[in-house]
């Protein structure tokens, strides 16, 4: 273990981003501002069409709209300093800078595994109890899965914060990532981090087992009931509900266990600057599609609120 008696309080740290090419900077900011504007009208578009469409006026759509919301919070936390760091020479973070968005990013990513798994309980109770689903799934109860996702995903958030900020660092102050991230903070510190490791691994594998178990347990008796459904029609009206869920939960869990979910060891530098560019950025651009493209009701409450709102100005 590193001696920390040469241990210097770092005022900031330095990003040293995806590349330190300059004419590659410049196609990178191009990409990232592409797809941050996607993700923002996406969302939005999303947060709108719900909000305003008559016929998505249920738990399903209300869990939706909240994943928009959170995907345009998390991309926000990152997007536009990585952004602004593309046109800077030196990439500054104060400490208290990294520890805001280490937090706010950390609390976001395991709020919306909690949410996930809500959006597949939701799902199981429409399709195994339709006559008993308003009632189960009422406003109270859809509300109450939100706010526990919020509380359990910050709360986690603030653990790994108080763990990885009370370790001593060396004078040399690079974080070798293009935000602050947990695994390229402890190549930084000359404190055994043998306990963090622990606690991340504890805390971010019982949350993926709450989430995933529910998932699965979801998953499982809707597949079950759909079996038992006699018609092709019902059979796909029922798959074509799911579909969109589950390609996001697919993509989500499989990039962030990439990157936490393993041994320090495993640990490299530029495979997981590209895993991050993907949960980071990518993820939350493709989410608005995917509920878009794939769902009839939402492009019918498109439709109707485009005819409605925007046909007359445009006349």
Known sequence: MNNCSIHTRNTEFILRGLTENPGLEIILFLVFLILYIFALLGNVGIILTIKLGANLQTPMYYFVSELAMLDLFYTSVITPNTLANFTRSIKTISISGCAAQ?????????????????????????????????????????????????????????????FIFSLKYWKANVIDHFYCDIPPLFQLTCSDTFLNWVVILLFGGLTSVICLCTILYSYSNILLTILGISSSKGKSKAFSTCTSHLICVSIFYSTLMLTYLRPPSDFLPMNDKIISVFYTVVIPTINPIIYSLRNTDVKIAVKKNFNKYFRPILA
Not at 107 to 112: D, L, P
């Open 102 to 162: 280490l937090f706010l990013f950390g609390g976001s990513a395991t709020t919306e595994s909690y949410l996930l798994a809500a959006m597949a309980y939701d799902r199981f109770v429409a399709i195994r109890q339709p006559l008993l689903y308003v009632t189960i799934m009422s406003n109270a109860v859809c509300r109450l899965l939100v706010v526990g996702a919020y509380c359990a995903g910050f709360l986690n958030s603030l653990i790994h914060i108080s």
